[in-house]
């Protein structure tokens, strides 16, 4: 069975950064695509970054310009890198992948930005 761990997490003053990893236990060829989520308490969860095995990535609209997603085949790691944080980005961060049909999910990662 593949898993995803997700680490990177924390917590960060408003401004700052974090890199976010997500790091598959086989493959991330069949894996695709590939993307991050995140849940707030009390709100519905939102999709953040998602990235394709061919280069293609798309951001919500409330990371966009701060938030880049990449994808390293070598190391079998997604990254989410964090620039310009928000309280508003305070949420748990979870790792996801769509591999035969199934989707893959791990088991998140905490961000609190505050000062």
């Known amino acids: 069975q593949v898993q995803l761990v997700e680490s990177g997490g924390g917590l960060v003053q408003p401004g700052g950064s974090l890199r976010l990893s997500c790091a598959a236990s086989?493959?991330?060829?069949?894996?695709?695509?590939m993307g991050w989520y995140r849940q707030a308490p009390g709100k519905q969860s939102e999709l953040v970054a998602v990235?394709?095995?061919?280069?293609?990535?798309n951001y919500a609209d409330s990371v966009k310009g701060r938030f880049t997603i990449s994808r390293d085949n070598a190391r079998n790691t997604v990254y989410l890198q964090m620039n310009s944080l928000k309280p508003e980005d305070t949420a748990v961060y979870y790792c996801?992948?769509?591999?035969?049909?199934?989707?893959?999910r791990g088991q998140g990662t905490q961000v609190t930005v505050s000062s």
């Open positions: 086989r493959s991330i060829f069949s894996i695709n695509p």
């Open positions: 990235a394709t095995s061919g280069g293609s990535t």
């Open positions: 996801y992948g769509q591999y035969y049909g199934g989707t893959l």
